[in-house]
């Protein structure tokens, strides 16, 4: 017989910010035994709430963790933050979620981040329970909650608890499934009756919830409709298999800050939790990997944390197989071979080290310099790739203002944090020689900032980033370009001749060499082409770079002692400025696609605003769950903030894609600040 493998699940809690997500892990390391008094989140004290920025903030900026046993299983909750800015965190969760927790609290009820957070889960596969929080709270309502609940779910979604009482009066709640009363004292819950005031409504919403699980049955239905009803075990088993393929949405309930329904909602999903098969790239084809416990070891790395004291640590899911003490595996990514001593798993901040991780698990690894978020570690020779990582537009840049002198240290401090907070990016414009970081929004922004100070002792300040516009010649010139040095002993000597005329700017470059004879000899051609290139970059008479022309050399003249090809270059630079002198130039804008997909009763709104930044609406499109897509061109001047204003216009429900479309004369209203 088959060895009976301990269950190990990845749980993703979500939910908009303050709705309870880090209380309940709390909540839930107490009914656990796990922790012996909760800490909270105004004081700083939780598990998964020690980051000093956290603690300022007092909102979760990232993923922490935490496991629970149930008997030999364990569940590693992942608590994620519920502020917007920072759902790049909430990505990296669902991609090695087992199944996530989404939080509603039962005061203010289903709001905007719930439903970005509801369709995040969906888009990247994930099946869903939802946990009604708060139940405890003054204005506690849970028929509001449901029925928005509802609305936002539609028919799948399941009630599988019942409350017991009300705000103040919550004692526990009745649990659907095993037909009993679940009342709390003490943090503890005692089993018992449903209480004769629910009785009728436990009966109705009951019969309900088995009618829905018995249809995923076959034998079940059949069974139920013979009046049948089918036990605990069987409910779960097929509760689960709906829940897997999305189409039951169950339902549980109780109050985080009073430990009520946290112990039923972990048991609960230790019974109906699968484990979710990933998808990767085997040999360049899309596979599902299978979580095989008899499979050789498949590591995913889903976050890097840099500790003052331990140093650099990777965190771990276990695809496949079991790990145990020292091995090498291979990063799928660089080819390059890892060695693995000493794991743990993290809980909170701290780690608690263990000699076996089993398929499921969740493991952190110190030492690995080199593995970044999203890679892959397997046996060598498994050509194995994880499916990329959704990517989302970054809602705003800023160019990083600072000393020159500190350039090099600011851009590793930034790509240090890049390699913990994988929705941070960092660029080097190469117009205005600024570091530009690409943040989520202005949270985002702040929090990378108090990051930089505390962490590297960097005082940074930003500015709105430079827009470049762009230059273009007006007509064909043909130029000579020509220098000739004479100082002391070698000279310097290089004449060129060149035909400049205009193409699409969008084609930045062409470089026709026509020379004959070596008028301009080989050695030195790559020269003039690199000066003109040099002074196309250095800018036009607006000192803005310049793009889309096509230069022809077809003639020159050398030196056989003062040509060079430093002289060469120069005269290449000195036929392209000679030619944009003779023949004048524009002042281009670029024009970019814009491709925002935002609820249809945004629609009006979102394109009055288009329309105010000049833009010009392509088309739209009814997407899926009454969403319009809006294709529009609109110039980049005009977009540097849009991925916020976007977010504000919409209740932070809209997103947008942007890229390079096309280059265009700028309007005189345009001009170069
Ligand atoms: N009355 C009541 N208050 C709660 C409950 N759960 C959490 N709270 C309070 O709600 C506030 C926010 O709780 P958190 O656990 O920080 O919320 P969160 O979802 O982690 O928030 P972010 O980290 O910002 O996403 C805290 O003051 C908690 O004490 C509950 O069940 N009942
Ligand atoms: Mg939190």
């Not at 496949?320 to 794991?343: A, C, K, Y």
């Not at 009006?604 to 529009?632: C, H, K, N, Y």
Request: hydrophobic fraction near 40%; charged fraction near 25%; charge should be negative.
């Amino acid at each position: 017989m088959a060895t009976r493998h301990p269950k190990a699940r990845t749980v993703a809690l979500l939910g908009r910010s303050g709705v309870g997500k880090t209380t309940l892990l709390e909540a839930t390391l107490v009914a656990a035994g796990n922790l012996v008094r909760p800490g909270r989140v105004e004081e700083g004290t939780t598990v998964c709430g020690t980051d000093p920025e956290e603690r300022r903030h007092q909102s979760s900026l990232s993923i922490a963790m935490a496991p629970v046993w149930i008997g030999e299983d364990k569940l590693t909750l992942l608590d994620t933050p519920g502020l917007i800015d920072f759902y790049g965190e909430v990505e990296r969760a669902l991609d090695v979620a087992d199944v996530a927790v989404l939080v509603v609290n039962a005061v203010d009820t289903v709001q905007n981040d719930t439903m970005v957070l509801w369709r995040l889960a969906r888009e990247a596969g994930v099946p869903v329970v939802v946990f009604v929080n708060a139940l405890d709270a003054e204005r506690a309502n849970f028929e509001t909650t449901l029925s928005a609940l509802e609305h936002l779910v539609g028919p799948s979604l399941a009630p599988v608890e019942l409350p017991i009482g009300i705000g103040p009066e919550f004692t526990g709640v009745v649990d659907l499934l095993t037909n009993e009363a679940l009342h709390y004292g003490e943090g503890r819950a005692t089993r018992g009756p449903v209480p004769d005031g629910l009785a009728d409504l436990e009966q109705r919403v009951r019969a309900s919830l088995l009618e829905a699980i018995v249809v995923g049955d076959d034998r079940l239905t059949e069974q139920y409709l013979e009046g049948d009803e089918p036990n605990l075990d069987e409910l779960e088993t097929t509760l689960g298999h709906l829940m897997s393929e999305g189409r039951i949405v169950p339902v549980v309930l109780g109050s985080a800050m009073r430990g009520i329904g946290v112990d039923r909602l972990t048991t609960l999903l230790d019974e109906i939790a699968e484990s979710r098969p990933i998808p990767a790239v085997a040999d360049g084809e899309p596979v599902s990997l299978a979580r095989d416990p008899e499979d050789d070891v498949v590591l995913r790395a889903f976050k890097v944390i840099v500790d003052p004291y331990v140093g650099r640590i990777v965190v771990f899911e276990v695809v496949s197989g079991t790990l145990r003490g020292d091995v090498v595996l291979t990063n799928t990514r660089t080819q390059t071979d890892e060695r693995i001593h000493g794991m743990g798993y993290l809980v909170g901040s701290k780690i608690t080290p263990t000699d076996v991780a089993v398929t499921g698990d969740v493991v952190a690894v110190a030492k690995l310099n080199h593995v970044l978020v999203g890679d892959v570690l397997a046996r060598r020779g498994r050509n194995l790739q994880p499916v990329p990582a959704a990517t989302h537009t970054p809602a705003m840049s800023v160019a990083i203002i600072g000393a020159a002198s500190d350039d090099e240290k600011i851009a590793t401090a930034l790509h240090r944090l890049t390699e913990e907070d994988t929705a941070l990016r960092v660029r080097h414009d190469p117009i205005s020689r600024h570091l530009v970081i690409d943040v989520m929004g202005e949270m985002h922004l702040q929090v990378t900032l108090e990051r930089l100070r505390r962490r590297f002792n960097l005082e940074l300040t930003t500015a709105p980033p430079p827009v470049p516009l762009y230059e273009t010649i007006l007509a064909a010139a043909t130029v000579e370009g020509r220098l000739k040095k004479q100082t002391g002993g070698h000279g310097q000597y290089a004449v060129v001749n060149v035909t400049v005329e205009p193409l699409d700017p969008m084609t930045t470059f062409e470089f026709v060499d026509a020379v004959v004879g070596g008028a301009v000899p080989r050695q030195y051609i790559g020269a003039v082409r690199n000066g003109i290139e040099r002074a196309m970059a250095h800018g036009g008479p607006n000192g803005q770079p310049v793009v889309g022309l096509r230069a022809t050399l077809f003639d020159g003249k050398s030196h056989s002692v003062d040509s060079s090809e430093a002289a060469f270059e120069t005269a290449g630079s000195l036929a392209l400025r000679a030619a944009l002198e003779q023949a004048g130039c524009a002042l281009l804008e670029r024009i970019m696609a814009v491709e925002a997909t935002v609820p249809a009763e945004y629609l009006g709104d979102v394109l009055t605003d288009l329309s105010s930044r000049r833009g010009r609406v392509i088309g739209t499109d009814q997407s899926a769950d009454g969403e319009v897509v809006i294709v529009a061109h609109v110039p980049e001047v005009e977009l540097v903030r849009y991925g916020l204003d976007l977010r504000r216009l919409t209740g932070g429900r809209g997103r947008v894609r942007i890229e390079a479309h096309h280059l265009t004369e700028a309007p005189k209203t345009v001009s170069v600040k």
